[in-house]
């Protein structure tokens, strides 16, 4: 059994290049999926990042013939709510394991009539309505702009929409596309927001998505989601306000359908070894010169620009 030390020490050095041979998927679960069965030789990480400490121990294994981190966003125990959840922490524990494709697990309410409890969402765009989140690795004195035009990498969420309807259940549907409103939580909407949304033609509404994809595109890491519908908000007449009973109830429902899709897109990941444009997203972001930034805002980011500021 390896250890975290013997881990770390042997196969994960901070490298300017980037290693298509070694790339990891990335696996953020969140309410209702904290761990993922499959995982082999399993080694299980604490790392202390420039931005603190992750949600949990990182559970790092062979899954496919491909290495897979493993993350519980709200902490094993779903000790943090969604305002608390240390986001940069994540994205960056996720790229120093060498994470280029992140699959993020989450639940969510629909927002239409034809989008049903249980189904599964891909979403393509995002509208987002929190005001307590992190928005950026670049500050402290260097800027970058990221293009977030299309906030998901399409390569992985078309390998996520494809394998999800070769495992597809009869009473299931997928919805490929659509936007996702991010709230800030951890309270569920009013009535009056939940049809504002819907009058902005949001398919779904969650608390967590948009925060990560920000962070994962500056990153340079392919982010998607799996977004598991639990309920309707509350915009439903027809159906009961929505409770945290019927989330975890439709949750439990969802999770092992999610550790499917998961394995299976890891196994085509694993395969296909593509590339995506998040890869050098950060190609034409950058605006500061490397030389007008401080040593201590160049070593918190080193991990995205070493390719750029050499």
Request: charged letters at 25%; hydrophobic letters at 35%; glycine letters at 4%.
């Amino acid at each position: 059994m390896i250890t975290e030390h013997d881990f770390l020490k042997i196969y994960r050095k901070q490298s300017d290049a980037y290693d298509y041979k070694k790339e990891s998927v990335g696996i953020i679960g969140g309410s209702g999926l904290y761990r993922i069965e499959n995982l082999e030789n399993i080694v299980e990480l604490s790392l202390e990042t420039p931005y603190g400490k992750p949600s949990n121990k990182l559970l790092v294994g062979n899954l496919n013939e491909i290495e897979v981190v493993f993350l519980a966003r709200h902490g094993d125990k779903h000790t943090l709510n969604p305002t608390e959840v240390p986001y940069k922490a994540n994205i960056w524990a996720m790229r120093y394991l060498n994470v280029r494709w992140l699959i993020s697990a989450s639940a969510v309410g629909s927002l239409k009539e034809n989008i049903k409890p249980c189904d599964i969402v891909i979403p393509d765009q995002f509208i987002d309505r929190t005001h307590q989140r992190p928005l950026t690795y670049f500050q402290d004195g260097a800027v970058a702009h990221i293009s977030m035009a299309n906030p998901f990498c399409g390569i992985l969420s078309q390998i996520l929409a494809e394998e999800i309807k070769n495992l597809l259940p009869k009473e299931k549907n997928i919805h490929v596309g659509g936007t996702y409103l991010a709230m800030e939580g951890p309270a569920f909407s009013t009535k009056a927001e939940s049809n504002l949304y819907r009058d902005w033609g949001c398919s779904v509404i969650g608390m967590t998505n948009h925060t990560e994809a920000r962070l994962a595109k500056e990153a340079e890491i392919a982010y998607s989601s799996l977004s598991m519908v639990t309920d309707y908000d509350c915009w439903n007449q027809k159906c009961e306000d929505v409770s945290v009973d019927m989330v975890i109830e439709n949750l439990q429902e969802n999770a092992n359908f999610a550790k499917s899709i998961i394995s299976a897109a890891a196994k085509r990941i694993s395969s296909l070894r593509p590339s995506s444009s998040s890869h050098n997203a950060l190609k034409n972001a950058l605006v500061t010169p490397k030389e007008h930034v401080s040593d201590k805002t160049q070593s918190k980011i080193k991990l995205f620009t070493a390719k750029y500021w050499l």
